[in-house]
């Protein structure tokens, strides 16, 4: 493939600095695009071009604001194969799955544009209280400001949309710094949005390094509101740095799924094996641990092994591949490390763990000790341990040994069981006969513990990107 240039978008135009960085394809390492670092002055010209734009943007209507956002969602569906392929050539999904994210995209810039028409505040009761008689109050919600959207690599259109279309729906400006080994979709999507008729400097895009620019966000006094998705150690340490700024976290997870005794097998294989192993497990919701109950489990380990040996493994761009690379050999390497580590602990590897460079075979590990990284910690690789249970109760207990909190699932025919999991796994969402890993882009959607703090999804996010104002009127 021929390397293409990508420059920033800083308002409204292309900037190229004098540090181009190639970026790769992570499977076999072809350069695919030349992206350029942004300096202090560029970072600087996107905040005062969102600070500018930020005041166009407010004035828009609602209806204006739904307009360019449904626009966007048409002009996406229409380049759809070209984000896709961007898509699965920087992070290394497969393409059938970067086909997925487009879509799953253009549904979330669709809920956007809905969310601007039905961004409402409220009429407050103020003579509820004795001193509030002849009052009459409402609220209006106003948009913050300028919002730092920083994105991860894993979903780089889709988790960027998430914060960009109800940052825009809700009259908000935008500096977006997405990923440094996945940066062109962001790009791509900026472009999108200005073909879209998108007011100059109300969606910049900056890359580079990500300490550099995420500190410099994150100090501006020019930026309201940060939200971040990624990794926990970079989230607590914008939300010790942001002081009185918002900020929302939507960070990672070692996602628990139950098989319990009466489960569907074959429902839940069929759940669990992408559940697992999607994007090599590069999924904040991955399915990592499954306990499943002692009259199930030799079945269903045997079974999902089975599966797990079956997945093609090979380029993201071959429409066969069901399984590619890491996003790095070092990610590659250190999940291969954990793998071991588990073994070496007394594990029980029942199939794959083989690596090829940035590549590794599905792992499925059985009678994992829990106190292990590939059962602490989350492994962000194709990686599901499986350990028996007797007890719901002990299998809700293992469930919640861990210090995050995103989601969690269960398969079961009774509705008893599934409630009482419901009710006392403490997590953001818990499905019932489903995978931790399911996601539809309008339901609300983050976690409790180190998993974060704050909700996305559309009517979810706008809320936390805009401010209730109080206006009182004493008649
Ligand atoms: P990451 O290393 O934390 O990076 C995420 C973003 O933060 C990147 O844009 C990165 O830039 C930037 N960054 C790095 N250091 C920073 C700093 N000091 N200040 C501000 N920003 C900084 O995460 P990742 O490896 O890309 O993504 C994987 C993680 O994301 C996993 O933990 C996964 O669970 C989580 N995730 C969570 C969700 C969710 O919705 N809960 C969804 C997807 C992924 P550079 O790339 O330039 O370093």
Redesign the pocket.
Known sequence: MKSTEFPMIIGGREVRSAQPVTVSIPFDGEPFATVFAASADHLERAVSAATQAARVMRDLTRDERSTILRRAHSLLLERKEEFARTISSESGKPLREGRIEVDRAASTLLFSSEEAHRLVGEVVPMDASPAGKGRFAITVREPLGVIAA??????PLN?SVHKIGPALAAGNAVVH?????TPVSAILLARLFLDAGLPDGALNVVT????V???FL?DHPGIQMIT???????GL??RQRAGMKRVTL????NSALIIDADADLDDALARAVPGAYAHSGQ??ISVQRIFAHNRVFDEFAGRLAQAARALSIGHPLDEHTAVSSL?TETEAVRVEEWVNEAVAAGARRMSGGARSRATLEPVVLTNVPPRTRVFQQ?A?GPVAGINSYDSLDQAIAAVNDSPYG?QAGIFTRDLERAFRAAREVHVGGFLINDVPQFRVDQMP???VKL??AGR?GPRYAIEEMTEPKLISWRG
Do not use: H, Q
């Not at 971040?228 to 150690?233: I, P, Q």
């Open positions: 920083i994105t991860p690599f894993n979903f988790l710094k997405p990923a440094s080994a580079g390094s990500g300490g620019i995420g500190d994150v971040f998705t990624g990794s926990a150690d970079v340490r914008i939507e960070l990672g997870n999924v904040c996003i989350e962000f995103l959607y983050g976690g998993s974060g996305e």
